[in-house]
């Protein structure tokens, strides 16, 4: 570990806190529906979308119809997503000639893309077209990234709320997030990039010649309009199947930077828009504070354990840091952080491959995402289920008063309480019973590169980022097979969709409920002692998953690697 290095983490750190009161209030401004600067230039394609499809924005809707419409929204685009990838070979912007995608891939990648999951099991440049980069993929990462925080809005409004049945227009909310706040970020993100050498073309290649005098053949396509909103989404689908240890994705050590910063820059904003939402931005410093201790332990570990190397080659003779499967570029410190980052959120883009990093190192980004994804998390996912989290939190705080539990002014009775356990119990129960059949079955341990702890490693780690709707991987396991491509589908649409219904479901509950002002015998939800407790219940719960597997996985791999042992 060098001071460069806990530097890095430490700028990272403070910039993103400056930008949060900043990022929040936008955020706040679109969830409120008031009007922006950016409303004259986009204001007009608003109401035109309003006119044309019939909607009107100012027409609430009660939880049950939200989730339909949103559940109606996203079955279309899968649906249009498999068909464009089945169809590929006979539609324009082929410059490769790529054939048409296979059924379970379509599939698969279909789920993926629906799901803000963005799992690949293909490489994008051998297997896409320009068309399909562009209409399948990135249509999907601002629509699956505004469908999130439209989710985060329609919870907010249920804390919010008193006495009612309406939590927000799922149309409107996600018209707005996608006019006024992805696509003018994206537009200015793209330009940046380009300018610091990321490709925008709809040529398919570029012939060149090395400095030995060979002949190479290099993939090019619109590159940086994906990569913006990949990063600024939490989508993480490369355009590239290195995704962003690719120079063409990530060409410099300040477009590695700025790309860190982009993953969480709305889930830090979302925090703060939930407190001024419920009327004390207290609450929304709370818990940023609670994820970000969980994130700060998680990069000081992985930090640690790539910093001091594989005990293996230290016998062998060979000193220093893991520098395996890192790029050369980025160095130990920006590659542990990129790997904490991309997993502590739902983004799953990668910089160096996570099956070459130490046991331990690579057990931090399987935690992060057995957690729940609520270590920021993915764009509005990430508060909505750290959301959840905080509902139990109050449960148990009420056992330990000897009263109802109360949470920003709305009582916390029995449906929210087991609603919230059924949307987080989900998690442990697919990632745990997935691994379990692919761990057994020929079909999946056909598919692990290694053998020992670290090959079930791979295919933990694989239901892991599917359920969690991640997608980054440990790249060993060779998932483009019907098997896990089915599995891995069915996994990533359960993980999405069975945590939304019961979270709309207790939105629409606290919608319905009178507010309850504190008093002195209400448990404070603002303070060191709160974020404690978040920090506990997080942890013990996400244990249900992470305890039992990393014993079988990485922690057996560790210390397999201590005593010398190859698998």
Excluded at 28 to 33: H, K, V
Excluded at 383 to 392: D, E, M, N, S, V
Aim: charged share 10%; aromatic share 12%.
């Amino acid at each position: 570990m060098t001071f460069q290095g806990w530097l890095l983490i430490a700028a990272f750190t403070g910039i993103l806190l400056a930008l949060v009161k900043p990022a929040g209030l936008w955020l706040f401004a679109l969830y409120e529906g008031r009007r922006t600067p950016l409303h004259s230039i986009f204001g007009p394609i608003e109401r035109g979308f309003y006119r044309l499809s019939g909607i009107d924005p100012e027409e609430e809707q009660g939880w049950r119809r939200y989730a339909v419409h949103m559940l109606i929204f996203n079955t279309a685009l899968l649906l249009f997503t498999y068909a464009l990838l089945r169809m590929q070979a006979a539609l324009p912007f082929n410059p490769l000639g790529d054939g048409a995608v296979s059924a379970h891939l379509a599939f698969n990648t279909a789920v993926s893309f629906t799901t803000n999951t963005n799992w690949q099991s293909y490489a994008g440049e051998s297997t896409l077209s320009n068309l399909s980069q562009m209409l399948a993929l990135t249509i999907h990462n601002f629509l699956s990234a505004a469908t999130g925080i439209a989710l985060a809005f329609a919870l907010f409004r249920g804390f919010a709320r008193r006495s009612t049945t309406g939590i927000g227009n799922f149309w409107a909310d996600m018209t707005r997030v996608t006019l006024y706040l992805l696509l003018p970020l994206c537009i200015v993100y793209a330009l940046f990039l380009i300018a610091s050498g990321v490709p925008q073309t709809l040529a398919g290649s570029v012939d060149l010649t090395t400095l030995e005098g060979a002949k190479q053949t290099l993939a090019l396509g619109p590159v940086a309009s994906q990569e913006a909103i990949k990063m600024l989404g939490t989508n993480g689908g490369g355009f590239f199947n290195a995704n962003s240890a690719h120079p063409f994705e990530n060409p410099t050590g300040l477009t590695n930077f700025v790309q860190m910063l982009s993953i969480f820059l709305i889930g830090f904003g979302l925090t703060y828009c939930f407190g001024k939402a419920v009327g004390n931005v207290r609450q929304g410093w709370a818990i940023l504070a609670a994820m970000l201790t969980i994130f700060l332990i998680g990069v000081t570990v992985t930090y640690w354990q790539e910093a001091a190397g594989n005990p293996i080659l230290h016998h062998l003779g060979v000193a220093g840091g893991n520098m395996e499967g890192k790029e050369v570029r980025f160095g130990i410190a920006a590659s542990a952080l990129f790997a904490v980052v991309t997993t502590a959120a739902s983004c799953g883009a990668v910089n160096a491959m996570h099956d070459s990093f130490t046991a331990l190192g690579g057990m931090i980004p399987l935690i992060n995402i057995q957690l729940g994804e609520v270590v920021v998390g993915g764009v509005g996912a990430g508060i909505y289920g750290f959301l959840l989290f905080a509902i139990l939190a109050v449960f148990v705080a009420g056992l330990m008063v000897g009263r109802t539990p109360e949470y920003v002014g709305k009582k916390i009775e029995s449906r929210e309480v087991k609603l919230a356990v059924l949307a987080i119990a989900v998690l442990p129960l697919i990632i745990l019973g997935f691994t379990a059949i692919a761990s057994v079955l020929p079909a999946g341990l056909a598919g692990p590169l290694n053998k020992g702890p670290h090959g079930f490693s791979e295919i933990l780690y694989a239901f892991t980022s599917g359920v969690g709707n991640n997608g980054s991987a440990f790249a060993g396991l060779t998932a483009n097979t019907p098997f896990y491509n089915g599995m891995l589908g069915v996994a990533m649409w359960i993980g999405r969709f069975f945590i939304i219904i019961p979270m709309l479901a207790i939105a629409g509950s606290l919608a319905a409920k009178k507010y309850t002002p504190e008093t002195v015998g209400s448990f404070p939800t603002t303070g060191p002692l709160w974020t404690g407790l978040l920090v506990g219940i997080v942890l013990i719960i996400g244990g249900l998953t992470f305890l039992p597997s990393l014993a079988l996985g990485p922690i057996a791999d560790h210390l397999a690697m201590i005593r010398g042992q190859l698998f």
